[in-house]
T-cell receptor, first 113, second 113 residues
């Protein structure tokens, strides 16, 4: 699975959009970009995933660059409850590989009142 | 659905004792994963099952750790004998074939003194 690079921490004002970047310059053509988050003392939570097209769901939007070497997770209107560690993960979908998800160190997003 | 259920939520035990962690996956999910999270090593995959069969246990740290899945609705992770370095939060997760997202339980915080 491709390695990802994320900033260790970010702050965002409540009500504003939070834009979390992720670099994955060694991504392969069949690898997807996944985002999970972990709120303090809870298990990780799936947010969104994509291959090459931009994706949107009720939680967030995922913007993937045309060369697929980087992506941005967008929380359109951040709330205090969005304070969490956000993980960007790159892997082949539905693969039989042992490492189903490899979590890096992630980005600690702090939403400020 | 109640989500992934783990018990106990907290466990404190003395070094050398046997510890058993329990997990009930989401009904209908045929993949089950055990993870361990520490400050030093982050979130690590220990073992995963597909249709109750262990597929890859290469993440299990040593022979003191064992995991079983006797049926589709129950799995255990056992540590015998436990050591202080096993102190961590242990997460169970499940997913359904054909879907990318894993659903995590609330975790079991294990403290070995």
């Amino acid at each position: 699975d491709a390695k990802t690079t994320q900033p260790p921490s970010m702050d965002c004002a409540e009500g504003r959009a939070a834009n979390l970047p992720c670099n994955h310059s060694t991504i392969s053509g069949n690898e997807y970009v996944y985002w999970y988050r972990q709120i303090h003392s809870q298990g990780p939570q799936y947010i969104i995933h994509g291959l090459k097209n931009n994706e949107t769901n009720e939680m967030a939007s995922l913007i993937i660059t045309e060369d697929r070497k980087s992506s941005t997770l967008i929380l359109p209107h951040a709330t205090l409850r969005d304070t969490a560690v956000y993980y960007c993960i790159v892997r082949v979908a539905y693969s039989g590989s042992a490492r189903q998800l490899t979590f890096g160190s992630g980005t600690q997003l702090t939403v400020l009142p | 659905d109640a989500g992934v259920i783990q018990s106990p939520r907290h466990e404190v035990t003395e070094m050398g004792q046997e510890v058993t962690l329990r997990c009930k996956p989401i009904s209908g999910h045929d993949y089950l994963f055990w993870y361990r999270q520490t400050m030093m090593r982050g979130l690590e995959l220990l073992i995963y099952f597909n249709n109750n069969v262990p597929i890859d246990d290469s993440g299990m740290p040593e022979d003191r750790f064992s995991a079983k899945m006797p049926n589709a609705s129950f799995s255990t992770l056992k540590i015998q004998p436990s050591e202080p370095r096993d102190s961590a939060v242990y997460f169970c997760a499940s997913r359904e074939t054909g879907y990318n997202e894993q659903y995590f339980g609330p975790g079991t915080r294990l403290t070995v003194t």
